[in-house]
T-cell receptor
């Protein structure tokens, strides 16, 4: 299956700083990528849909200015947590669809996740 | 709106026993349904998916799931679990181009 790589796997940052997480589709071009957030022992909550060459679409309740998403190429989307605070500590997971697979609801391929800890 | 419910937060079974994890969905048309597994601190691995056709779907690692429209269910089964199956299992439904997850069921395996 297609491979989605997420980097870094874990990061620790100081409160008030910004941190960038990368999501790459390694063997396919992804016009759409998705960013999820997972709190400990909870489900994955969709944060936003990242569209190549256009603005991301955020889910209700997600702060656009806090979580900046850029999808500059067909293989790379980035999530930047700006002015991070301890409550932003979480597990962030990206996913991507391969548009060549056909219709809209084909499976999405997930990255391995990034553990963010803000101290 | 489409949603998916996993009624069991935790399930404990003995190694070698059979397993069934429940999933119910709400959607008017034929849904696109998935089961994913997540080991601690890891990403997600797709076990199986249902789009159409045969309602009994075979997946990886010996898992299968059956789509039952009359019950709005997509339960995951395995005839004999292994200690390595201990993980978090998520049922998910496709909504447009998005995948929406249930709250998950944590599977514990007794030796």
């Amino acid at each position: 299956g297609a491979v989605v790589s997420q980097h870094p796997s874990w990061v620790i940052c100081k409160s008030g700083t910004s941190v960038k997480i990368e999501c790459r589709s390694l063997d396919f071009q992804a016009t759409t990528m998705f960013w999820y957030r997972q709190f400990p022992k909870q489900s994955l909550m969709l944060m936003a849909t990242s569209n190549e060459g256009s603005k991301a679409t955020y889910e209700q309740g997600v702060e656009k200015d806090k979580f900046l998403i850029n999808h500059a190429s067909l293989t790379l989307s980035t999530l930047t947590v700006t002015s991070a605070h301890p409550e932003d500590s979480s597990f962030y997971i990206c996913s991507a669809r391969d548009p060549l697979q056909g219709h809209m609801n084909t499976e999405a391929f997930f990255g391995q996740g990034t553990r963010l800890t803000v101290v | 709106a489409q949603s998916v419910t996993q009624p069991d937060i935790h399930i404990t079974v003995s190694e070698g026993a059979s397993l069934e994890l429940r999933c119910n969905y709400s959607y008017g048309a034929t849904p696109y349904l998935f089961w994913y597994v997540q080991s601690p601190g890891q990403g997600l691995q797709l076990l199986l998916k249902y789009f159409s056709g045969d309602t009994l779907v075979q997946g990886i690692k010996g898992f299968e799931a059956e789509f039952k429209r009359s019950q709005s269910s997509f339960n995951l089964r395995k005839p004999s679990v292994h200690w390595s199956d201990a993980a978090e299992y998520f049922c998910a439904v496709g909504r447009g181009d998005k995948i929406i997850f249930g709250k998950g069921t944590r599977l514990h395996i007794l030796p």
